[in-house]
């Protein structure tokens, strides 16, 4: 009793009262006569330092100037040659399978206007929304959604070029 005594007195200095340095038996006091002190907790005082906590922050607008959405990390490259991938895609597959041609005797047997004219009507239909702010995120719903619509593109990337490399090792058409 002695200790914890001699500990009171010498955590009490004053009129402040250090809580953090009492044991946790010594944890009553007498009762202070006169005049009262205040006493506030560290934690209150590092909760009123830190900023109030609001609502998620909104996401800044994206830029519709040309060069920001055709830059590398923009909205256009991935989400353009994804569905000029999806097209491509789609299209060789069935012209070798209606024709039997691989993508090579595709390509040189007229398929390049083509190409060339479902590139640029594919690339001008896919800025002019984005020219405009508004994003494929905005417009997605359902099972149709952007991220799905980025990964059937990567897919297809995916798709041309191992077809490319099939019928190459194999010498011609994949069927």
């Known amino acids: 009793m002695a200790a914890s005594s001699a500990m009171l007195q010498s955590c009490v200095a004053g009129s402040r009262i ?5 044991p946790s038996n010594a944890l009553l006091l007498p009762k202070r006569v006169g005049r009262v002190s205040p006493v506030r907790c560290q934690a209150e005082e590092q909760r009123s330092q830190e900023p109030p906590v609001t609502g998620p922050t909104p996401k800044p607008k994206e830029s519709t100037r040309f060069f ?6 923009g909205p256009g490259p991935e989400r353009i040659n994804g569905r ?23 390509l040189m047997n007229g398929g390049l206007p083509w190409f060339a004219g479902t590139a640029a009507l ?10 405009k702010g508004v994003s494929a995120q905005s417009k997605s719903g359902g099972v149709m959604t952007a991220d799905a619509e980025l990964w059937n593109g990567r897919f297809a990337m995916l798709g041309i070029v191992a077809l490319a490399f099939t019928e190459f090792l194999k010498g011609g058409p994949l069927v």
Do not use: H, K, T
């Not at 920001?68 to 990390?73: E, N, P, R």
């Open 18 to 22: 250090y809580f953090a340095a009492l």
């Open 68 to 73: 920001d959405i055709l830059a590398f990390s």
């Open 84 to 106: 000029l991938a999806m097209i491509g895609f789609v299209s060789a597959i069935a012209v070798e399978l209606a024709r039997g041609d691989d993508l090579v005797a595709q």
């Open 122 to 131: 594919l690339s001008a239909a896919s800025l002019v929304p984005l020219l």
